[in-house]
């Protein structure tokens, strides 16, 4: 039997949200999936309004389901958008709206729901964060430290949660082609072919990813264990050699790697 009966999806219009809030509702959980419009969830999902960027809406959005949601038992924290843009013209405020909507949102949403975990003995948390916190991505320097900071928040709540009922999974996908290379945000920069070519990089690798319901696939799998860790999702390359040589290989050795992967 599936594990968890009520859902709260972050992002579950479009993308890997998308396809996570429809394999829940195959399993037959009550499924709460967030969109900024409140539109465009998938058939069955009862729709929420939530903008991570704002911290009232966090706020709000925790509030209302504290109150009609009171039972939920798994939170998964997928909403989040990236911005490509070389480190010394990265807008004040892009910093600020990164660490807001991939770090601190997420978290406040942990803050909300895990004392009732914890409290009931059971739940799960899922915090999506990324490869790219491992493997980080050329000027993507916000967003791949975010996903390295989200990734270290969930291990220290799986050291924090063990034997109480409550598992944390720290989600790490590789490329996936969604719609999340359409929504980068790429403030207007000087011409630089180094970047040029990372970005043309980095959009290949999205656009030719494995399509979303492979990761659902892989988490439903991690939700069903009960159990605490980090799961790596994506192609052969990513999920399975990425890990090992994070493991095996010398830093300067995987910075070369990465130059080339991204055509720098
Ligand atoms: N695709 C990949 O290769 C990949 C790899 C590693 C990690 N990830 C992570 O996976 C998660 C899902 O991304 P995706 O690939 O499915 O991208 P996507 O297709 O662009 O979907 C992003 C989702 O996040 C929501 N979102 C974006 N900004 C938001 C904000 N400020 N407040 C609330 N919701 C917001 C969007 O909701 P709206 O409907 O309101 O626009 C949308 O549902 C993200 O956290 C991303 O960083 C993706």
Known sequence: MFPCKEALVTGAGRGLGRAFAEALLAE????????????????????LR????????????????????????????????GVFCPFAHFPEESLDAQWQVLLAGPVSLCR?????????????????????????IPFMSAYSAAKAALSTFSKTLMLEADGSGVAVVDFQPGDYATGFNDAMAEPPVPDDARLRRARAAAERHFV????????????????RSERSGTVVSGNFFEATLGPLAARLLPQAVVRRILRIFYNL
Do not use: C, K
Request: proline residues 9%.
């Open 208 to 223: 030719n990813g494995p399509l979303p319901q492979h990761a659902a696939r892989r988490l439903m799998r991690a939700i």
């Open 28 to 47: 037959g959980v009550t499924v709460w999936g967030t969109s900024r419009s409140g539109n465009a969830l998938p058939a069955g999902v009862r729709p």
């Open 112 to 136: 909300a729901f895990y004392p009732a975990f914890a409290e009931r003995g059971r739940g799960t948390i899922v915090n999506v964060a990324s490869l790219a916190g491992v493997f980080p």
């Open 50 to 81: 939530l903008d991570l960027a704002s911290p009232a809406s966090v706020a709000a959005l925790a509030e209302q389901l504290r109150r009609e949601a009171p039972a939920l038992d798994l939170l998964v924290n997928n909403a989040g958008a």
